[in-house]
């Protein structure tokens, strides 16, 4: 993905906040235990959150008595996290991007990225979430990734909808089981990452990476799923005559054969870094 197109397209998300915060679902309850287990989350824990939306894992943060400094790149999307977040006082939502955030003098004890990390520039993430951690604290990021399962007949159907709508389309994508989808080392620091003929800077200043893997099925209506293809940047960005086609093409394929209702399976990894001593 190149610049250009990364900052285009992360900048689609804020454009319904609303439907956003309704269509898109929160992440496995799990993923806090294992939050609180390997990274300390809990009562005082200190935590600096990029890009979060509409404060899908922020609020559970919350609950478990975090500090929490959020840093999203959409107003209206943090408009809405505000308000979801209105009785914890220990939460602060900022609107910016988190490269040009100027960090505090009080370094964070966690710094988390739930399927945002990849939106922010490669020369940057790395090194600067290393700058805002303490020694020894964690670089938290979560991955969501659509796996072959749930009602996979139809997401062998629908790719004739995007095929036909969406010009960006392999032709005869197919999912892959979770058990097949390698952990998620794109531009990870603790590994050894290249881009171009180096390594992101900040990479070697962290420890080897840690993985927690959760698999879960979700169901949706004909108008939940049609909402949830609305959040996607690759639906969003493509031109309304083509985002009308495709909507509707995949609403009647819903209706029609799988009388409305779609089951879709997720693998959401959590990978943990540790930032070393200097």
């Not at 900052?7 to 898109?24: M, P, V």
């Not at 809405?80 to 040009?100: I, S, T, W």
């Amino acid at each position: 993905m190149t610049e250009t197109d990364r900052e285009r397209l992360r900048r689609t998300f804020t454009q319904d906040a609303e439907n956003y915060d309704r269509a898109r679902p929160g992440y496995p309850p799990r993923i806090y235990d294992d939050l609180a287990e390997l990274a300390g989350t809990g009562p005082g824990c200190r935590v600096l959150e990029l890009g979060c939306g509409t404060g899908k894992a922020t609020v559970p943060l919350a609950e478990r008595g975090c500090r929490i400094v959020a840093v999203e790149l959409g107003a209206e999307l943090a408009a809405l996290a505000r308000r979801r977040l209105a009785g914890h006082p220990d939460v602060e939502v900022e609107v910016a991007a988190f490269e040009e955030w100027p960090l505090p003098p009080e370094p964070f004890d966690v710094v988390l990225a739930a399927t945002s990390f990849h939106w922010i520039d490669p020369a940057v993430r790395v090194a600067k979430a290393a700058d805002a951690l303490r020694p020894g604290g964690t670089l938290a990021t979560v991955s969501t990734h659509h796996v072959a399962g749930g009602t996979e007949e139809f997401f062998v159907d629908v790719q004739a909808c995007y095929e036909r709508f969406d010009p960006s389309t392999p032709p005869g994508l197919r999912l892959a089981p979770a058990a097949d989808v390698p952990h998620d080392s794109q531009e990870s620091p603790g590994r050894t990452v290249v881009q171009g003929n180096a390594a992101l800077p900040g990479a070697d200043r962290f420890a080897p990476p840690g993985f927690r893997r959760h698999e879960r099925d979700i169901t949706f209506t004909t108008r939940q799923y049609l909402d949830l293809l609305c959040t996607f940047s690759g639906t969003r960005a493509l031109d309304a005559p083509a985002r009308a086609g495709l909507l509707e093409c995949v609403g009647a394929l819903i209706d029609g054969r799988y009388a409305g209702k779609v089951t879709k399976r997720y693998l959401t990894e959590l990978r943990l870094v540790r930032k070393m001593d200097p």
